[in-house]
């Protein structure tokens, strides 16, 4: 008789449940998240898209056991942020304050040790790790210097290069490129786009930048005024929005026809995040 083991299916790497997030705002309670649902498979890049307010950073604060949920379930890589946060916090890097992350009075190799004990990393590996991270951000030849003498772009490389210390199973981002100049915006994907060829990390970038999701990611959700209005492969997205003999469609494109509504317009209307 052959008998087969059926082996465990790996844990998503974010996992929510119908997770709901209110707050308490001057006009009353605000909804950032209504009954989210959402399953990101572990390896790939992943995109959280919608305008400013939609909720992704909400839901990446949730992810990361910063906040708890109002209603349902949250689990990264298997564990509860708010009930395991030691795990959780372990397991992944993030960068949700960007340069406001780092320590303007120290050195660029400082903040990196600094995170590094942190984690616990012994001394003679911290350093490596240190070293390493510094030349793949590009920074090694600033990184003796004090952060507060760095250019907005350089201190978000470092700002990533601190969240990989600890060699994280996940990787999350907040708006990586945002406020940054064209050269900087395109340093930024490419050391993200090194990353995700890399594999065996699962990276979530949350963004409103969907030409950029369209270059990067493998799949994505977008969110508006705090739902999940379409999960998929950008490439599936924009094949259910073609129309035959037009142009090919844009992540843009689905956004306007699921909402009603431009990016554009949806940013000027605002909603808290």
């Not at 379930?73 to 949700?96: M, S």
């Not at 979530?204 to 999960?231: F, K, Q, S, Y």
Request: glycine fraction near 10%; charge should be neutral.
């Amino acid at each position: 008789m052959d008998l087969q083991l059926a082996l465990p299916a790996a844990a998503p790497a974010l996992w929510l449940d119908g997770v709901s997030r209110r707050f308490a705002g001057r006009g009353g309670i605000v909804m950032a998240l209504d009954r989210i649902s959402l399953r990101v498979p572990q390896g790939g890049f992943f995109g959280l898209l919608g305008p400013n307010g939609a909720g992704k950073t909400t839901l990446l604060r949730l992810a990361c056991g910063l906040l708890r949920p109002t209603a349902g379930r949250i689990e990264v890589l298997g564990d509860d942020p708010v009930r395991r946060p030691e795990a959780v916090r372990r397991a992944l890097g993030a960068v949700l304050g960007g340069e406001r992350a780092l320590y303007w009075r120290l050195t660029g190799r400082e903040n990196l040790l600094y995170a590094a004990a942190l984690y616990d990393l012994p001394p003679a590996p911290a350093a490596a790790r240190a070293a390493e991270l510094l030349r793949f951000v590009d920074l090694t030849e600033r990184a003796d210097d004090l952060v507060e003498g760095y250019s907005t772009g350089m201190r978000q490389r470092l700002a990533l290069a601190r969240a990989l210390v600890h060699d994280p199973t996940l990787l999350i981002l907040d708006e990586p490129t945002a406020g940054l100049d064209p050269h900087a915006q395109a340093a930024m994907r490419g050391l993200l786009d090194a990353l995700a060829r890399e594999g065996g990390r699962t990276i979530v970038m949350a963004t409103h930048n969907l030409l950029e999701a369209d270059r990067l990611c493998d799949a994505v959700a977008i969110v508006d005024r705090g739902r999940l209005v379409a999960n998929g492969p950008p490439r599936d997205l924009k094949a259910a929005v073609a129309r035959p003999g037009g142009p090919e469609p844009t992540l843009e494109d689905v956004f306007l026809a699921l909402t009603g509504r431009s990016l554009a317009a949806a940013d000027r209307s605002g909603a808290p995040a």
